[in-house]
């Protein structure tokens, strides 16, 4: 390592800053159970979103709460927050009101899911692995705020904290993206093979983040493709 990448490792571990990634056919793999540990991502501009979808890929085989993506303001803890309370049940919260979406027990495969969410009409879409399931409506007229602290492994009640680590994440995590807009249902089955996608606010090929705790980033073991 030469003097200038030395010093430059330095104030980054300093300033918390630590990475910005290609994380192709990676996965962060967050060890305990429960655990304190969790993934903060920076967003590439932080705006207020009229429009916004959230993809990812898990695998775990919890069965207790869990969350999987927690986006909290100030104002509102559950500004936007993917959720997954038991085996058949994913909850999406916008600005603290939630829908929920029944799921087939999960069977111990990885599950892609993609929510998203129109202000306009209240729309909120749920696909799980490439299929989307009937739509639901909350939070109409609603503007999820800009200012945010958006984490992986664990639930916010408290801007950046209050955790409870009953609700931690424990398992594998990969191909976490956020937009500022609806996709298209063929961007929908994109984002569930891992096919080219539109410029994101957060994504898994361009991720910055930093990892608090017991996270370790791993290539992945198989191709990630549910049933
Ligand atoms: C949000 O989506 C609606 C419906 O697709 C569209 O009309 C509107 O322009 C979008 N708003 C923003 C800020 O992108
Ligand atoms: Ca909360």
Not at 38 to 53: A, M
Not at 74 to 102: C, H, M, W
Request: hydrophobic content about 40%.
């Amino acid at each position: 390592m030469g003097q200038l990448q030395l010093w430059l490792a330095i104030l980054a571990g300093l300033s918390g800053i630590v990475a910005q990634e290609d994380l192709y056919r990676k996965v962060f793999i967050f060890r305990k159970d429960p655990s304190d540990a969790y993934v903060v991502l920076r967003p590439k501009l932080g705006q207020p979103l009229q429009n916004f979808t959230v993809c990812l890929r898990s695998y775990t085989d919890l069965t207790r709460p869990y969350s999987l993506f927690s986006y909290a303001t100030k104002a509102q803890d559950n500004e936007i927050l993917v959720l997954k309370p038991k085996p058949s049940e994913y909850r999406f919260y916008v600005g603290g009101k939630f829908v929920t979406f029944r799921v087939p027990e999960g069977h111990r495969d990885w599950e892609h899911i993609c929510t998203s969410w129109e202000s306009a009409t209240g729309i909120a879409e749920f696909w799980l692995n490439g299929k989307p399931w009937p739509r639901k409506g909350l939070q109409r007229g609603y503007t999820v705020g800009a200012e945010a602290a958006i984490l992986l492994g664990q639930e916010q009640d408290a801007f950046g904290g209050g955790f409870d680590v009953y609700n931690s994440f424990s398992g594998e995590l990969s191909d976490v993206y956020l937009w500022d807009m609806g996709l298209s249902p063929d961007k929908m089955r994109a984002a569930y093979q891992s096919l080219r996608l539109p410029p994101s606010i957060l994504g898994w090929r361009s991720l910055s983040y930093e990892v608090k705790g017991d996270v370790v980033v791993k290539p992945r073991l198989r191709e990630a493709l549910g049933p």
